[in-house]
């Protein structure tokens, strides 16, 4: 009834305010951005996607909203990856259309649900199906061949001590959600004056949930320190200058007595086993600072074909034997998806002209003194799943071999490494995160940050004594269960809008 006269007022609408409609609901996509790193307006993302909603709820029809939905998360897309347009080139564009269409259902239930004047239960359902579909989107793009999970919008907390306190029971998952109650709230108070009390109990709600986490949550036990070490040998011309600063830093950590060194992703440009006497000069370095180095070897493999990023650990005699592939590489960056069909993406951009291959099982390595320590390779540490794996799997320290110098004056570094202080509230488990050029930081299983930060203009090494912790957090034995929370919710409101079709088709049909 409604959706017929609202395509109609459509097709009659001028093409260009289409257009500026278009527009305007991109921009508004893109707004929850500015919470993430680098302009870090975390309390932004508290009232981010108010306009957003705005725009798909006052939507002629459900069509036209599902279009809001669409465009607002390209938008969303295009702002929180804008960074990669000088490797990708209009490429990211096509990227961010693609993936914006995750985000139709959002658009399309927020009209469904508050256009009008919905009653109480309509408002009610909608702070439970809005946040489910939200969730629904960013878990469907955390697949590694969409592009993995980039600027989830819980991240966007990774300095708020509350928000690491939830993440510890339900991961960055239980944050995203809460925030999108909030902003539903929020619209619901601005426009629909019959879900004014819905609205005040669901942000009630969300402030009770906090409050119940912040006090009675169960917290990890310190049991100690480890001293890692991290050697940021800062811009270089190539990987062999890469090489002796890297080797040059190391050496001033004699007598600081670190239990672990950490080089950054690719900070060794040829394969150990081709190079045995560079294998040698490692081992020295490992001793004479009295401690293993865990270097990150980007390389064509001497004992299989193909070229693997491998955290390598390297003791007193050389290689120790402790080796990780990289499992999950950066889609363009690393390799091509689909590369008989997308391969021309190398001519328009920076993309891979030679696919990386993947490892096939994460590690957990142990130091000679027993520290057990769990590394990652640079875009791995925005997964959840594969720092909750490690930890699972007995890992003490969590760490991160990076390398951001491609995009070395944009929001990437911050933004990356900020990563590390979600991971670690999730698992309870230290996070070092360690790159070539910056930003490299540690952060304590609390989440809470770590001595200071390297940033990108630093060349240097420095050592971070950072708690150890024992205990499993509850987000670690429990996993992402908001996720799978939302998809119960999604899926109980399409059967009961199924029966209803079914019941109302039956009514319509002429009786025999």
Not at 223 to 240: E, F, L, M
Not at 295 to 315: C, E, H, M, Q, T
Not at 320 to 347: C, H, N, Q
Request: proline share 8%; glycine share 12%.
């Amino acid at each position: 009834m409604r959706g017929g006269v609202g395509d109609g007022d459509v097709r009659r609408r001028p093409l260009a305010s289409r257009w500026v409609r278009g527009a305007v609901t991109a921009c508004a996509g893109a707004l929850p951005a500015l919470a993430f790193p680098a302009p870090s307006l975390w309390w932004f993302a508290y009232v981010a996607l108010v306009p957003w909603l705005l725009l798909a709820r006052s939507a002629p029809t459900i069509r036209r909203a599902a279009y809001d939905g669409w465009l607002g998360g390209a938008g969303f897309l295009l702002a929180a990856h804008h960074w990669l347009m000088p490797s990708l080139h209009v490429f990211i564009v096509l990227l961010a259309l693609l993936l914006g269409l995750l985000w139709v259902p959002f658009g399309a239930l927020t009209f469904r649900l508050l256009h009008g004047r919905p009653g109480p239960g309509r408002a009610g359902a909608a702070l439970v199906l809005l946040p489910s579909a939200w969730l629904l989107a960013e878990l469907v793009r955390s697949w590694q061949y969409l592009g993995g999970p980039w600027a989830l919008l819980g991240a966007s907390q990774w300095q708020v001590p509350v928000a690491l306190r939830l993440a510890s029971v339900g991961g960055v998952w239980l944050i995203g959600f809460l925030l999108v109650v909030v902003n539903v709230a929020l619209t619901m108070l601005i426009t629909l004056p019959r879900a004014r009390t819905v609205a005040v109990a669901g942000l009630t709600a969300c402030g009770v949930a906090a409050a119940g986490v912040w006090a009675w949550a169960p917290v990890p036990q310190e049991t100690g320190t480890a001293r890692i070490a991290v050697v940021q040998p800062g811009v270089s011309k190539g990987p062999g200058p890469r090489l002796e600063r890297g080797v040059e830093l190391t050496r001033r950590l004699a007598g600081r007595h670190p239990d672990l060194v950490v080089w950054g992703e690719s900070s060794v440009g040829t394969d150990l086993g081709d190079r045995p006497r560079l294998a040698k000069r490692l081992g020295a370095l490992s001793r004479s600072v009295g401690a293993d180095l865990l270097v990150n070897v980007d390389a064509r493999r001497s004992d299989r074909p193909g070229i693997y990023k491998s955290s390598v650990l390297i003791g007193p005699h050389g290689p120790t034997g402790a080796r990780y592939d990289k499992m999950r590489l950066v889609p363009f960056g690393e390799y091509i998806p689909a590369r008989p069909l997308l391969g021309w993406a190398t001519s328009v951009g920076k993309a891979a002209g030679e696919d990386r291959h993947r490892g096939t099982k994460q590690v957990v390595m142990r130091l000679p003194d027993g520290l057990r320590i769990g590394p990652l390779v640079c875009f791995e540490s925005a997964f959840p799943d594969m720092s909750r794996n490690l930890a699972r799997r007995g890992a003490q320290v969590l760490v991160v071999q990076s390398a951001t110098s491609t995009f070395q004056h944009s929001w990437a570094p911050e933004q990356h490494a900020t990563l590390a202080a979600l991971r670690a509230a999730e698992t309870w488990r230290p996070m070092v995160h360690a790159t070539l050029t910056g930003v490299s930081a540690a952060f304590g299983p609390r989440g809470e940050p770590v001595g200071g930060r390297l940033g990108t203009q630093a060349s240097a090494a420095t050592v971070y004594s950072v708690p150890l912790a024992k205990g499993t957090s509850p987000y670690v034995r429990t996993g992402p269960w908001p996720v799978y929370g939302a998809l119960a919710a999604l899926a109980v409101y399409g059967v009961t809008e199924a029966v209803k079709g079914v019941r109302v088709v039956r009514r319509r049909s002429p009786r025999r």
